[in-house]
């Protein structure tokens, strides 16, 4: 299994992006799929993640609805539409998959990882 992040870039605040997490290999819907963010000098934090259903999904309380996941089980793609950006938002953002029907907010149960994407929030 490989994961490929990609959709970063350098944005103004109030500005949206949308970030995807292209799945390569077998049995895409049998992972559950999470983003994570690292900001410099801080640790790897939850953003969402999202199980093999898409109207199961979970985010961090602290984007304040600002962020939306949906998955394309036909593309093997995962999307992170940010709205809102905040330069608090400014972070290498990680995708990550894990075999199984439950998603998890924390790193650990995560099997794959992608290699991350640049997201930058001028103020």
């Known amino acids: 299994v490989q994961l490929q992040a990609s959709g970063g870039g350098l944005v103004q605040a109030g500005a949206s992006l949308r970030l995807s997490c292209a799945f390569s290999?077998?049995?895409?819907?049998?992972?559950?799929v999470g983003w994570f963010r690292q900001a410099p000098g801080k640790e790897r934090e939850f953003v969402a993640t999202?199980?093999?259903?898409?109207?199961?999904?979970r985010y961090s309380d602290s984007l304040e609805g600002r962020f939306a996941l949906s998955r394309d089980n036909t593309r093997n793609t995962v999307y992170l539409q940010m709205n809102n950006l905040k330069p608090e938002d400014t972070a290498v953002y990680f995708c990550?998959?894990?075999?199984?029907?439950?998603?998890?907010?924390?790193?650990?149960?995560?099997?794959?990882w992608g290699q991350g994407t640049l997201v930058t929030v001028s103020s």
């Open positions: 999202i199980t093999w259903s898409t109207t199961h999904a």
């Open positions: 290999g077998p049995s895409f819907i049998d992972y559950a």
């Open positions: 990550a998959a894990r075999r199984g029907l439950l998603y998890s907010t924390t790193t650990d149960p995560y099997d794959y």
